[in-house]
Nanobody, 129 residues
Framework: QVQLVESGGGLVQAGGSLRLSCAAS????????AGWFRQAPGKEREFVAA????????YYADSVKGRFTISKDGAKNTAYLQMNSLKPEDTAVYYC??????????????????????WGQGTQVTVSS
């Protein structure tokens, strides 16, 4: 069983930066595929970014490409989402997700919530204009 705990959210002005962390406990996080999703008020949860278990592949939603960077540190059992050039439309609760089944065969698999076994509780990111 893996428990995921997000941190690093907060209030930031447009154009600013935040780094979200997702700390995993219970297993070696380096062996897991991991992703970040977000849910804005009144909207469905959407894919943001993902990283393969080997960390050799990353995937991003078009809306965050060039601004956000996903990474993970196996030694620290932590995944990160560096968010730069933040916009008010990035305001949402951000969720970390992870999976150990090695069943991500194509890029679009990473964007499917049902592919992930483990989820964090979410961290709020608010970007003011």
């Amino acid at each position: 069983q893996v428990q995921l705990v997000e941190s690093g959210g907060g209030l930031v002005q447009a154009g600013g930066s935040l780094r979200l962390s997702c700390a995993a406990s219970g297993r070696t996080f380096s062996m897991y595929d991991a992703g970040w999703f977000r849910q804005a008020p009144g909207k469905e949860r959407e894919f943001v970014a993902a990283i393969s278990w080997s960390a050799d592949s990353t995937y991003y939603a078009d809306s965050v490409k060039g601004r956000f960077t996903i990474s993970k540190d196996g030694a620290k059992n932590t995944a990160y989402l560096q968010m730069n050039s933040l916009k008010p439309e990035d305001t949402a609760v951000y969720y970390c997700a992870a999976d150990r089944n090695r069943h991500f065969y194509i890029a679009s698999d990473y964007g499917r919530e049902s592919m992930y076994d483990y989820w964090g509780q979410g961290t709020q990111v608010t970007v003011s204009s």
